[in-house]
């Protein structure tokens, strides 16, 4: 099997789990609520009231699960976030020579810049900016806003390429000897509409991404030396937290 085959393969399979889930999740209330009215101590003659009971709960049933299907996708990109999220820190524990994930920095023109993920490797330092999604994106490197159709859902997003080029310029002010790349990682069963940009990659790519920069020729002891200094520019206290929260809302 090719590697486009397979990555197809997965690419399917994934889609599927993202259906089953949401339809179990939305499923819950039509199935459960009248099972419980069936389970109950009703008379179910013509003249009682078992009939009007059942109906009623048929009817509440559905009300549920027209509620419960707004959710049910929420939930269940919540749920694969959160596996693609794994699968990244999994990759980049099996090919990085030290991760640093969720800092905060000083920005390159004031404010904080929050790092998703800062790699060392031995070509440098790799920038990495996740975003999960399913469905179709389209966007170019300039445009400032990018797509993701979903089905029927549809929303604009922020080019996550602009965006992580303000982290790596955060880092280089702070270790501006070193070399910084920029990847963007989309994580999630996400397909483009167009080639993307070389630094635009899907998460079943990163291990081999991350092979080509181990292979890199930088001295151990500039590359240690300049992590180190990045390291010591973390922000971990609870104020910077608080600080870059209310950034983002004002922004």
């Known amino acids: 099997m090719s590697y ?15 259906l089953i889930i949401r339809t179990i999740i939305s499923s819950v209330p039509l199935v459960s609520l009248p099972v419980l009215a069936a389970d109950a101590d009703i008379e179910t003659g013509i003249t009682s009231v078992g009939p009007s009971m059942f109906m009623f709960t048929i009817a509440i049933a559905l009300i549920l699960t027209l509620v419960f299907r707004a959710t049910a996708g929420r939930l269940a990109t919540y749920l694969t976030s959160r596996l693609g999220r794994l699968r990244v820190r999994r990759t980049l524990a099996r090919h990085a020579t030290a991760v640093m994930n969720d800092a905060i920095l000083p920005g390159a023109y004031g404010g904080l ?11 440098g330092i790799v920038c990495i900016r996740t975003v999960h999604c399913n469905g179709v994106v389209s966007g170019s490197g300039d445009e400032a806003q990018w797509t993701n159709i979903d089905g029927v859902s549809r929303r604009r997003f922020l080019n996550p390429m602009i965006q992580n080029e303000g982290r790596v310029r955060a880092v280089q002010k702070i270790v501006p000897d070193a070399a910084v790349a920029s990847l963007v990682v989309f994580t999630g069963s996400v397909e483009f509409s167009s080639p993307p940009p070389a630094n635009v990659i899907r998460v079943d790519q990163l291990g081999a991404r991350m092979q080509q920069h181990a292979r890199g020729t930088g001295q151990i002891s500039d590359l240690e030396r300049q992590w180190a200094s990045l390291q010591a520019h973390i922000m971990s206290d609870l104020d910077s937290r ?10």
Do not use: N
Request: glycine share 0%; net charge positive; proline share 0%.
């Open 242 to 251: 608080k600080d870059f929260a209310a950034q983002i809302s004002f922004s």
């Open 113 to 123: 810049a929050r790092i998703d993920y800062a790699v060392l490797t031995a070509a």
């Open 4 to 18: 486009y085959t397979a990555l197809a393969a997965r690419q399917h399979y994934a889609r599927r789990m993202m």
